[in-house]
């Protein structure tokens, strides 16, 4: 694994250096509860998820860390892998993460993106619920400190006036700062 880990690193340290990134997302797609327990996250993903976000930081650049579905008996795992940020934070039924779950255990240590449900809202919702979610996100995010309500990044199958709607729903003055971990 040490070998993977070596060239992960050394291509993400490029494309922030050379590429005039800001980010790297790891995806770690399949290391949420449904699919690793707790103590296989930390065998198996933990110390290659920490190498990539020191290599990132180090490059001068920020990662963050994409794990879908129910993650959220291992949020404090992820800040300790030194990651500015996690997304999606599936709320149910697609996982498990609460916004205020969330905020509470690591809100003052991760950037939080997600919390608004792709498929059941998102893909399948009514135009109210929709306009509704996203709203209710925004607001709540901002009572939280800064989360940032956001769907999943591969659903692009949703209509388009829905990423549209979360787009011109947000506040045009917000801003956020990357405080680094």
């Not at 327990?37 to 490059?59: C, E, G, I, N, T």
């Not at 940032?148 to 949703?158: V, Y």
Request: glycine share 8%.
């Amino acid at each position: 694994m040490d070998y993977f880990d070596y060239e992960a690193c050394a291509w993400a340290a490029a494309q922030i250096k050379l590429g005039k990134l800001e980010s790297i997302q790891i995806s770690s797609p399949y290391a949420g509860a449904s699919f690793l327990s707790r103590d296989s996250y930390r065998q198996l993903v933990f110390d290659s998820v920490s190498k990539m976000s020191a290599a990132v930081q180090q490059a001068g650049g920020h990662a963050y860390l994409h794990t879908c579905g129910n993650i959220a008996d291992r949020l404090w795992i992820f800040a300790e892998t030194g990651v500015a940020g996690i997304e999606c934070m599936d709320p149910p039924p697609l996982g498990d993460a609460t916004l205020d779950q969330a905020v509470a255990e690591v809100g003052n240590d991760l950037c939080l993106k997600g919390n608004i449900d792709s498929v059941n809202v998102l893909l399948n919702g009514s135009d109210e619920r929709v306009q509704h979610t996203i709203k209710t996100s925004i607001e709540n995010g901002k009572q939280a400190g800064g989360p940032i309500p956001a769907p999943r990044p591969w659903q692009s199958r949703f209509p388009m006036e829905n990423t549209v709607d979360i787009c011109e729903s947000w506040p045009l003055n917000t801003r956020f700062t990357f405080v680094p971990v």
